[in-house]
């Protein structure tokens, strides 16, 4: 199945409507980067993107990339926080509200068996 567009009927200033892809569920864990944040994810609940890159072992970009796509989906979440002094952190979680997200969590148990 093919990606969709799905589109808001609201428009913003510049007069387009707003517009994401939609995947499929093979499609998002067509990708090892995903599956692997996913697992990383599930098991500490949440994690900064610098702690994740370092789980995962890949780079900053490609980890990067795949959050997006990921957050796109509303699979996960984010959030900054304030961290020591004036740091602020991008914290990731599992959007657990969104059923395609429990329904990915029970997709990636299965490939793992």
Do not use: W
């Not at 808001?8 to 892809?21: D, I, L, M, P, T």
């Not at 944040?37 to 990067?64: A, C, D, F, H, P």
């Not at 020591?84 to 990636?108: D, G, Q, T």
């Amino acid at each position: 199945m093919l990606p969709y567009l799905l589109c808001h009927n609201k428009r913003h200033s510049f007069g387009f409507e707003r517009c994401v892809f939609v995947l499929d569920l093979k499609e998002l864990l067509a990708s090892k980067g995903r599956q692997r944040i996913l697992e990383i994810i599930v098991q500490y609940r949440e994690m900064n993107v610098m702690q994740l890159v370092r789980k995962t072992g890949g780079k900053y970009s490609e980890v990067n990339r795949n959050l997006k796509i990921l957050e796109s989906e509303g699979i996960i979440t984010s959030e900054y926080r304030k961290q020591v002094k004036r740091a602020r952190v991008r914290i990731i979680k599992l959007n657990r509200e969104n059923p395609r997200a429990e329904k990915l969590l029970k997709a990636l148990k299965m490939l793992e068996e």
